[in-house]
């Protein structure tokens, strides 16, 4: 019903940027909020970033400064400005959307696939 489709990922070095990009499809009444959170290997998955329907934004310290996230509601897009990345920052990074589906009422949570972050040298 509905899908989000991540690209931006991949490998870049210490200091570089790299912007990732979500967008929602299928049968999508409303969205709420945006967001992306991370998993890097043997640890749990961990906010970086979320964007409410109106546009306030809110950070994981160890972001703050560095990444930026926004979105497009025509496009039902969240995008995620990473700069100034560091080794530690390599991991899965996962979109994340708060959607009502047409026709119904409840708020649900999806996923998208989750593309990889590699910061090396």
């Known amino acids: 019903q509905v899908q989000l489709v991540e690209s931006g990922g991949g490998l870049v070095q210490p200091g570089g940027s790299l912007r990732l990009s979500c967008a929602a499809s299928g049968r999508i009444g409303s969205i709420n909020a945006m967001g992306w959170y991370r998993q890097a290997p043997g640890k749990q998955r961990e906010l970086v970033a979320t964007?409410?329907?109106?546009?306030?934004?809110n950070y994981a310290d160890f972001v703050k400064g560095r990444f930026t996230i926004s979105r497009d509601n025509a496009k039902s897009t969240v995008y995620l400005q990473m700069n100034s990345l560091k080794p530690e920052d390599t991991a899965v990074y996962y979109c994340n959307a708060n959607i009502r589906v047409t026709a119904t009422l409840r708020f649900m949570n999806y996923w998208g696939q989750g593309p990889q972050v590699t910061v090396s040298s």
């Open positions: 964007i409410s329907s109106g546009g306030t934004t």
